[in-house]
């Protein structure tokens, strides 16, 4: 009688380490953003990075950041807004009317100005969402409708000044509340910018940390601690030295406080909210997510009415920083808009980007033309070079996509 031996089980395969990977993705449009700072730095002999300079770039910029905030969303979802710079000119014009003509008071106005750009959107998210006709279309209809319904409002001329308080929304800083403090070889700054940059820096780090425990929690790959620590030291010292270099200047601009708001609520509403991950599902695979139940016209149509409102705020915005509201106000924001969405690493098939890509999209934007500006270089070579880095970023784009 022979005796059959069982086959032993097979042995687990071992364990195999996390590995570490960069997404190019995400990660090169910041290095980019390095690397064209660094480049205006030595053109300029370090003019771009002085405290007066950097507050002009954020102050001039304001309004498109604002602008690529909502266009990123509209992006991400598969559409196209072209008619965002007749908007902010429509817009704008109202809040004038209201407050110059009107006499009414600046917050009631503001907030009119709101509801007026939030109703365009609805206007156009309509057509959109439930009649069909491609975003592309509508909005280009749009960008010539309202650029005529501003010349109507304005009679072909500007309207201004504007309240003291809109102005200093565009244009005016911080107080200093709790004085200097001395910085050695800097001098003096205000020490309510140094601990709100502070906080800024600290609220950074535990979302990461948390994120960071939640992906280890799912058995997710996460990059080593050295690398995690790099990142969050590389941060904090980049918005330290800006913080720092502001804080000697005039403190913070109040509009750098409003952008730091909207991108933290729209990075936290894209990211962890059922009406974000909508937005990138729609934007993703659209059968996908109808199958899915997700309401796809109910969301488009929103994402319409935040662009319109984001328009408003904009107009509003750019219109106190020139404490009037001009008919030619807006000229060519909704090409800046899209470059930086697009520059900050959005696809053009939709379903990908990130607020705080757009951002810094936008950033790039304007260094290149301040950096441009300071060394002296003529408009159509600043035109070119925008034109050439949009080009670049949207082949990286898809190259990224093909070698994935």
Avoid at 52 to 58: E, F, G, H, M, R
Wanted: contains cysteine; proline residues 4%; glycine residues 12%.
């Amino acid at each position: 009688m022979t005796t059959k031996i069982a086959p032993s089980p097979a042995a687990a395969p071992p364990s195999q380490p996390r590995r570490f990977s960069i997404n190019l993705r995400q990660s090169g449009i910041y290095v980019a953003f390095a690397l064209i700072v660094v480049l205006f730095t030595v053109l300029t002999d370090g003019a771009l990075l002085q405290p007066q300079n950097i507050s002009n770039i954020i102050v001039q910029n304001s309004y498109v950041l604002i602008l690529a905030i909502g266009m990123i969303l509209v992006i991400i979802g598969g559409h196209i807004d072209l008619s965002v710079g007749s908007t902010v000119a429509l817009t704008g014009a109202v809040c004038a009317v209201l407050t110059v003509q009107w006499g009414l008071p600046w917050p009631v106005a503001v907030l009119l100005t709101l509801l007026s750009g939030a109703v365009i959107g609805a206007a156009q998210g309509y057509w959109i969402a439930y009649f069909g006709i491609p975003a592309f279309i509508v909005t280009l209809a749009g960008m010539l409708v309202f650029r005529a319904l501003t010349l109507t409002t304005l009679g072909n001329q500007g309207i201004g000044p504007f309240p003291d308080e809109i102005r200093s929304l565009s244009n005016g800083f911080t107080g200093g509340y709790l004085g200097n403090i001395g910085l050695g070889p800097l001098g003096g700054a205000d020490l309510v910018s140094l601990l709100a940059g502070l906080a800024c820096v600290a609220g950074f780090a535990l979302s990461q940390w948390r994120k960071r425990s939640a992906r280890l929690g799912y058995g997710q790959t996460v990059d080593p601690m050295p690398v995690f620590v790099l990142k969050i030291v590389g941060v904090a010292v980049v918005v330290m030295a800006v913080v720092v270099q502001l804080a000697r200047f005039r403190n913070l601009p109040w509009v750098l406080v409003l952008l730091a708001a909207l991108a933290l609520g729209y990075s936290l509403m894209a990211n962890n909210s059922v009406f974000g991950r909508h937005i990138y599902s729609i934007g993703g695979n659209l059968q996908a997510a109808t199958l899915s139940g997700v309401k796809v016209k109910a969301v488009t149509f929103w994402v319409f009415v935040n662009m319109g409102a984001l328009a408003g705020l904009a107009g509003v915005i750019f219109a106190g920083r020139l404490n009037q509201a001009g008919p030619t106000a807006g000229m060519s924001f909704e090409l800046d808009a899209i470059a930086a969405a697009f520059i900050g690493g959005a696809a053009v098939q939709g379903g990908v980007g990130k607020v705080v890509g757009a951002i810094t999209g936008g950033l790039i934007m304007g260094v290149i033309n301040n950096g441009m500006s300071l060394i002296g270089a003529p408009s159509e070579r600043v035109m070119l070079v925008k034109g050439l880095v949009l080009l670049v970023a949207v082949a990286y784009d898809v190259w990224t996509k093909r070698r994935a």
